[in-house]
C-alpha cells in the first residue's frame, strides 16, 4: 500500500490509480475547445463503472493555448483514488476521494511521486466524502 500524508495533516492511502494518454483516441486532427471539454468530463466520469460512484474532484489542467483555435492538454491523464481511515465526521467510518489531474509524461517516476506531488495540498475536508464499510 501506499500512505502518504497531506499538507492538511491527514494521512490517507492509494487505494488505486489509473493513466492514460489524454489524446489516446484522436486518430488525427488537432484538438480544440469542444473535444478538450469531452475529455475531461470523460475523465471525471470514467472510473466510475470499475471504482464505482465516488466523489470526484478534478485539479484544473493548464492549457497550452499558444494556438487559440487549438489549445492542448497536457499529455497524460492521471486518476487516483484515495481513501483516509479518519472520516470527517465522526459518525462515518473514513473518508475517500477520487482525484483527476492532467500532467506531463512521468512513466519514469515512482507512482507514489507522482500522486503526492499532486494531491498533498488538498483540503481533504473540502473535497473528500465521509463513508462507512
Known amino acids: 500500500m501506499l500512505d502518504m500524508t497531506l499538507d492538511c495533516g491527514r494521512r490517507v492511502t492509494l487505494d488505486a490509480f489509473d493513466y492514460s494518454r489524454t489524446y489516446a483516441e484522436l486518430l488525427q486532427g488537432c484538438p480544440n475547445a469542444e ?3 469531452r475529455i475531461i468530463e470523460r475523465a ?3 472510473r466510475d463503472g470499475t471504482w464505482g460512484r465516488r466523489k470526484t474532484h478534478l485539479i484544473p489542467p493548464v492549457l497550452d493555448d499558444r494556438d487559440p483555435a487549438h489549445p492542448v492538454l ?4 492521471l486518476r487516483a483514488w484515495v481513501r483516509c481511515d479518519d472520516p470527517i465526521d465522526p459518525a462515518f467510518m473514513g473518508s475517500a476521494l477520487v482525484v483527476v489531474w492532467f500532467a506531463s509524461d512521468c512513466h519514469a517516476e515512482p507512482i507514489a511521486n507522482v500522486v503526492f506531488r499532486a494531491i498533498r495540498g488538498l483540503p481533504w475536508e473540502q473535497f473528500a466524502e465521509d463513508f462507512d464499510w
Open 74 to 77: 497536457p499529455p497524460v491523464c
Open 35 to 37: 473535444m478538450n471539454a
Open 44 to 46: 471525471v466520469a470514467e
